[in-house]
């Protein structure tokens, strides 16, 4: 169960428009230890617990563990949560032979998107987007439980 992706910043909203689905995310962390993640979320009418491991150095790939749970017990343990609860809104865009999915941020990360595309192999091609920006895979600074304690808002130019 490792998990390998590439993350981007996104340079324009036209995804938006070439997006197969959107689904609204709210998430919250149990715990954001640096050598793991637990993660709960509510993504569209289904809940999820996830557990992550520690990322490898260039960030690339780490162990990953996902469990469905019902909507109301991941609401009940987003009460339980770290401070800091992401919300966003998670765009899914096919290009080629990928899915890309893109994450646009609300409450204290607003501003930001990304775009995430999961690989089979770390070094895998794939076709890139228009709207594709600065690649930003493996900086701290980008993940969801990074933005949980330290939101974009807070970012200095």
């Known amino acids: 169960m490792v998990e390998i992706e590439r993350k981007f910043l996104v340079t324009s909203k036209v995804f938006k428009e070439e997006a197969f689905q959107q689904t609204k995310i709210v998430q919250g962390f149990l715990n954001t230890h640096k050598e793991r993640t637990v993660r709960v979320r509510v993504k569209g009418e289904k809940g999820f617990l996830t557990v992550k491991g520690k990322s490898t150095n260039d960030g690339l790939s780490r162990f990953e563990w996902e469990k469905e749970i019902t909507k109301p017990d991941a609401e009940a343990l987003l009460k339980l949560c770290e401070e800091g609860i992401i919300d966003k809104m998670r765009y899914e865009v096919n290009v080629e032979k990928h899915v890309f999915e893109v994450d646009e941020f609300f409450g204290d990360n607003k501003g930001l998107i990304i775009a995430e595309v999961e690989l089979n192999k770390e070094n895998e091609e794939f076709v890139k987007p228009k709207w594709l920006g600065e690649e930003v895979t493996g900086q701290i600074d980008y993940y969801n439980s990074h ?11």
Do not use: G, R, V
């Open 147 to 157: 933005l949980s304690k330290y939101p974009f808002k807070e970012w200095k130019e």
